[in-house]
């Protein structure tokens, strides 16, 4: 963060306000975990706050600390509405584009507060007064612990707030083994282990908490996963029809895409998942080394994210979308086989 910005968070921060913090639509571990150990830290040092959020959540990551304050746009739609208007404070966690909260967008262009970004993605938007990006940086999580440290505010990090932050930086680095992983979020880590964190816990809420059809679900997937040897890719597709024969819960295809990418000799893997009632196939997008997914989310797929994780979607049929992602390979033929 750029010293004239942080004066600036420390000015806003230095008397009580109303807060709300923000994480994107169908959020993850780390934009849960970065929302509540903020809003944590924001009540702790004598702020209103609230996490509003535009959607719910998966099942496992329902058991966070002060999850169940969290306010959901679409399902108390008035409560979330009345919280970002009387709002002095915006604070938007995890992305940097409003487009990626969806719904809830023009609410948060109405508001008469002030924003404030923090976000790892690529291409920030300029909506903030304090924009805090960083596409160096794992996790907003980590970015999080980062602007603790800034303000001085380390000795508020408690067992609780601990464990927000754990999860975030666990999630999105896979489990500490990314790239995007550096000995700074591993001293990160450590001090967050020292304050509380029960990382052994953690690890056993958000990946051994499998249901049985969970796991059917991941054989479908498996056994229609793609290789397409000359272009060192893969990918993976769910239809609606599949989902539904397995019970299909929000969150259930989480990860799903890195079998495609544990492939040997590949280096690009993308996840398909119908979704019939907003009408789009969801894609995920992976990658290894310096090929980027974010450019080709952005180019191809109204997305975007991380050279080496990116999210995008399509309004084709999935056989459609499958067929238009073979067709654009050619073209990066020879960035995939460097
Ligand atoms: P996932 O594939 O796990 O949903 O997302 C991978 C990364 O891409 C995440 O960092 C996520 O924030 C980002 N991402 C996912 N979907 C979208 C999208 O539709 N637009 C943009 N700009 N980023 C996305
Ligand atoms: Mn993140």
Redesign the pocket.
């Known amino acids: 963060m750029k010293a004239s910005e942080l004066a600036v968070l420390k000015e806003l921060l230095a008397t009580p306000k109303k807060i709300v913090i923000v994480p ?1 639509k ?1 959020p ?1 571990g780390d934009a849960m975990g970065s929302t509540l150990a903020l809003y944590q830290y924001l009540i702790k040092t004598g702020h209103t706050a609230h996490v509003v959020s535009p959607n719910d959540y998966p099942k496992f990551l329902k058991w966070l600390p002060f999850e169940e304050t969290v306010v959901k746009y679409d399902l108390q739609n008035k409560k979330a509405v009345r919280l970002i208007k009387e709002a002095d404070l915006i604070f938007t966690l ?2 940097n ?1 409003l487009s ?1 909260v969806a719904e809830m967008a023009p609410a948060l262009q109405q508001a008469k507060a002030q924003f404030i970004m923090i976000d790892h ?1 690529q291409q920030p938007d300029d909506y903030a007064v304090v924009t805090y990006s960083d596409t160096s940086i794992c996790a907003t999580c980590q970015m999080v612990y980062h602007t603790f440290e800034m303000l001085d505010a380390t000795d508020q990090v408690d067992a609780a707030i601990a464990t927000c932050l754990y999860t975030g930086i666990m999630t999105d680095t896979g489990s500490f083994r990314f790239r995007s992983t550096t000995a700074t979020t591993h001293r990160v880590i450590a001090d967050l282990i020292e304050k509380g964190a029960d990382n052994a816990l953690i690890h056993e809420k958000i990946y051994d908490a499998n249901n049985f059809s969970r796991m059917q679900l991941l054989g479908t997937a498996l056994t229609n996963l793609h290789r397409l040897e000359e272009y060192r890719a893969a990918y993976i597709t769910l239809s609606q029809e599949e989902l539904d024969a397995h019970d299909y819960q929000k969150g259930d295809t ?1 990860g799903f ?1 890195n079998y495609g990418l544990s492939l040997d000799n590949t280096v690009l893997a993308l996840i398909f998942i119908e979704n019939k009632q907003e009408g789009i196939i969801k894609i ?2 992976r990658s290894k080394g310096d090929f980027s997914v974010n450019l080709m ?1 952005r180019e191809h797929f ?5 050279t080496n ?5 399509s309004d084709r049929s999935l056989e459609d979308t499958v067929a238009y992602f073979i067709s654009i390979l050619p073209q990066y033929k020879e960035a995939l086989n460097e």
């Not at 109204?302 to 991380?306: D, R, Y």
């Not at 994780?309 to 979607?313: I, R």
């Open positions: 994107h169908n993850d995890d992305f584009a990626r993605h989480e895409v995920s997008l989310a109204e997305g975007g994210g991380h994780a990116a999210g995008g979607k």
